[in-house]
């Protein structure tokens, strides 16, 4: 028999008597704050105030103190001419071209490199970009992820950019692995996992691998085209945007709600940080130095053998016509296979020769980013993904590619830059 | 199985559906009616499970056509589970709603909304004895920052319903009750 | 919160929120342009373009936090968007100076800056949120008497 209407109110009176209680807590200052954060009118600012922080700590830790303040000196003033005194053989020896200076025509004649970014050496280019660049990007890069995350800032952040990211189809988690690609696609990826459906992980891999580029070649491209990076951070968030719009409406399966957990928010412990910074840091080393100088050695080769300006006069065409950039660009892409940074880097010597227009400039380094993962990623994405969404991973990013490169030399015919 | 969100007007029913469920959604018109609800689906261990954001209810006695929308989809969902979001600053008038649901033996979970409200106006809440009085989860939420939600979510398979008999004995007995 | 306090309070934040919301806009031509310098008052877009217009976007919202905390300034929520508009005057500013920094530690010939390069870095002129930064310091005091 169902209550009556005084009953139920006189339980609900007994229950809220033995739990309900009203002491003397009010807000504090803190949870006004904290509050303040997470509103979408007042939280958007701040979120664009907490990025705003987060980049430019970036910039100036990795780019103008440690690379632009000591790294360049150290390698161009120091490492190189060293090993250019040191190192066996010379100009014209093979080994010596692939390990420290290849060297480049100028006026006729074949002439020493005076930096580490045209060198092309194993142990001259090889080693400045990880050590030089990118180690100092990435360090700067998880310092501040890590107190993000352990603030409990992350996660609000998710929640505030749900709604908007639910118009392509993605949801506020994707915050997390999208941050953490912007430091190096590896963990990125690794990120996707939480993701519910096959759906998700497919549409959120292919467009961390394709539009995001991650923190060794951010640093790079800082140092070459600090200029460009606003043009270049928008136009990959374009594509970003888009394709993900687009592979939400053809790629089936659904994508539901990847619910986070918010902790309440802390003051990060310097013993946490200084953990997760150690751990982050080291594994990308690990990853990434084979890779780069694996990179440059196979770059190298292909210069000593010939089979580059074969490449070149294969592909040029294909670059000229339809993407609008240089024959030349062919070292970097075949170097991109193996690192982006690397690529970013190769790319550097080149614009240090000259033979490349500023625009020229923009759409390689926009190419570079979107025409194929890294190997170490492309490896991971191998493993995480079955052999069908493997196919629809390459047939997307070959479209991509094609289609927002082409897209980009038009937009610059049609401005008449290109 | 379904997932019903009730609740009273403006205590958050919205802002839970839309974190709760994936991009695709669904508005749609109560055939026969001016009253439209929002229809989506989330992710239940490994299944699919509708979630219906239900229009908002004072009570199970329906005084316009919002409400008798609202009865009417919880009598058509039998096999649902009901997530009772309730206003936690203004606790006793959501739980008027919340022991109709269990009453009518619907699995159910109750959620604390506005906790960050009753926060700030001194109001604290025992959680974890209401959890034993009810006999139901009880989970305090913040829905626009997403505190809570995690909790929530995982404790929606151990809803079970519950006799209010049951409740009226943990809450201190029938005649203490009436007497009070 | 006593009473005197509250009113200094309102009318400082309420100058401050003007001010700060005159230097975004400032900024926000700026960033179009080609920047100004203005006795020690600087806001040259030159040195880092990408970040003068979200700087001048920040520094709106935070004007906009300010006077939209004037109302009843002694209540905790009104209190906090003035903490939070000082905070991402902070935080704008905090880099700022990290800028300065960064580029005052190496030298131009030697490994390490000499002190005359080193103190030359700080020298005026200042950009808008340096200036910003030291009078929403006031609010320190008002955090402190909060707690
Ligand atoms: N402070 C606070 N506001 C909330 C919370 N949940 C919802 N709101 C706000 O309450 C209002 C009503 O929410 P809504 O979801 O439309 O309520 P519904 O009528 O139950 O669907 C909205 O302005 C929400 O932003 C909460 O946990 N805390
Ligand atoms: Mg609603």
């Not at chain 3, 800028?99 to 808008?128: D, H, K, M, V």
């Amino acid at each position: 028999m169902p209550l009556s209407v005084d009953a139920r109110w006189d339980l609900i009176d007994k229950i809220s008597k033995q739990t309900v209680e009203f002491g003397a807590r009010k807000h504090t200052l803190k949870d006004a704050i904290a509050e303040l954060t997470v509103k979408p009118l007042t939280g958007i600012p701040v979120a664009i105030a907490v990025i705003y922080g987060f980049w430019s700590f970036f910039c100036d830790f990795a780019g103008t103190l440690f690379t632009d303040g000591f790294m360049v000196r150290l390698f161009d003033e120091h490492w190189l001419p060293w090993l250019q005194s040191v190192f066996p053989g010379g100009l014209k020896n093979p080994f010596y071209a692939l390990m420290v200076d290849a060297g480049h025509i100028e006026g006729g004649v074949l002439v020493a490199s005076d930096n580490c970014f045209e060198a092309f050496g194993v142990l001259t280019s090889g080693f400045f970009v990880v050590f030089g660049v990118v180690l100092w990007a990435v360090l700067a890069f998880y310092l501040m992820f890590a107190i993000l995350e352990d603030a409990g800032y992350l996660p609000r952040l998710a929640v505030l950019v749900d709604t908007v990211l639910h118009k392509i189809g993605l949801h506020g988690y994707a915050i997390v692995p999208t941050f953490l690609s912007l430091g190096c696609n590896v963990p990125g990826v690794t990120a996707t996992r939480p993701l519910e459906t096959r759906k998700q992980r497919f549409m959120m891999m292919t467009l961390l691998a394709i539009f995001v580029p991650c923190g060794a070649q951010i640093g790079i491209m800082q140092d070459l085209v600090p200029e460009m990076m606003g043009w270049i951070f928008l136009t990959l968030a374009i594509g970003y945007l888009g394709f993900g719009f687009i592979l939400n409406k053809i790629v089936p399966g659904k994508s539901p709600e990847l619910i986070m957990d918010v902790p309440p928010y802390q003051m990060p412990t310097l013993r946490n940080i200084v953990r997760k910074l150690w751990i982050r840091t080291s594994r990308f080393l690990i990853v990434a130095v084979p890779f780069v100088l694996l990179g440059s050695i196979i770059v190298g080769l292909m210069y000593l053998t010939g089979a580059m300006d074969w490449l070149a006069a294969v592909l040029g065409p294909l670059l000229m016509g339809w993407f609008g950039v240089p024959s030349e660009t062919v070292a970097p892409l075949i170097a991109g296979f193996l690192r982006k940074d690397l690529a970013v880097g190769i790319l550097g010597g080149l614009m240090e020769q000259g033979i490349m227009t500023t625009f020229q400039v923009f759409t390689s380094v926009i190419l570079l980013c979107i025409y194929f993962p890294c190997l170490a990623t492309f490896a991971l994405m191998l493993k995480e993904e079955n052999g069908k969404e493997i196919l629809g991973s390459l047939a997307s990013l070959v479209a991509m590619v094609f289609v927002y490169g082409g897209l980009i030399h038009l937009v610059g015919i049609m401005l008449g830059v290109a | 199985m379904k997932i019903l969100l009730m609740g009273h007007p403006n205590v958050g029913k919205s802002v839970f559906f839309n974190r709760l469920t994936g991009a695709k959604v669904l508005e749609s018109n109560y055939p026969g009616t001016t009253v439209d609800f929002m229809k989506g689906w989330m992710r239940l261990e490994g299944e699919d499970v509708e979630l219906i954001d239900v229009p908002g209810a004072f009570s199970l006695e329906p005084k316009d056509r919002a409400e008798e929308v609202a009865v009417k989809m919880l009598a058509e969902n039998k096999d649902s589970v009901i997530v009772c979001v309730l206003d936690a600053s203004k606790i006793e008038r959501g739980l008027y709603l919340a022991l109709e649901i269990i009453e009518k033996g619907y699995p159910a979970v109750v959620a604390l909304n506005m906790w960050d409200v009753a926060e700030d106006k001194n109001i604290r809440i025992d959680v974890e004895k209401l959890e034993r009085i009810l006999g139901v989860p009880v989970v305090p939420t913040t829905a626009i920052s997403g505190e809570g939600f995690k909790e929530l979510v995982s404790k929606i398979k151990e809803a079970a319903p519950v006799k209010i008999e049951k409740i009226i004995e943990s809450a201190g007995g029938r005649e203490s009750a009436a007497v009070s | 919160m006593k009473e005197g306090e509250e009113k200094f309070g309102q009318i400082y934040f309420a100058v401050l929120g003007v001010v700060a919301l005159a230097f975004g806009v400032a900024e926000l031509i700026a960033s179009a342009g080609e920047g100004f310098t203005w006795g020690i008052l600087d806001s040259s877009g030159a040195s880092d373009p990408m970040f003068l217009p979200w700087k001048a976007i920040i520094l709106l919202a935070a004007g906009l936090f300010y006077l939209s905390s004037v109302n009843n300034f002694a209540e905790v929520h009104q209190l906090a968007k003035a903490v939070m508009a000082s905070i991402m005057i902070w935080i704008v500013a905090g880099m700022a100076i990290w800028a300065r920094i960064a580029s005052s530690i190496p030298g131009e010939e030697t490994w390490f800056n000499n002190l005359e390069g080193f103190l030359a870095s700080y020298a005026p002129p200042y950009c808008p949120e340096m200036f910003l930064l030291l009078f929403s310091l006031v609010i320190v005091y008002y955090i402190l008497k909060e707690e």
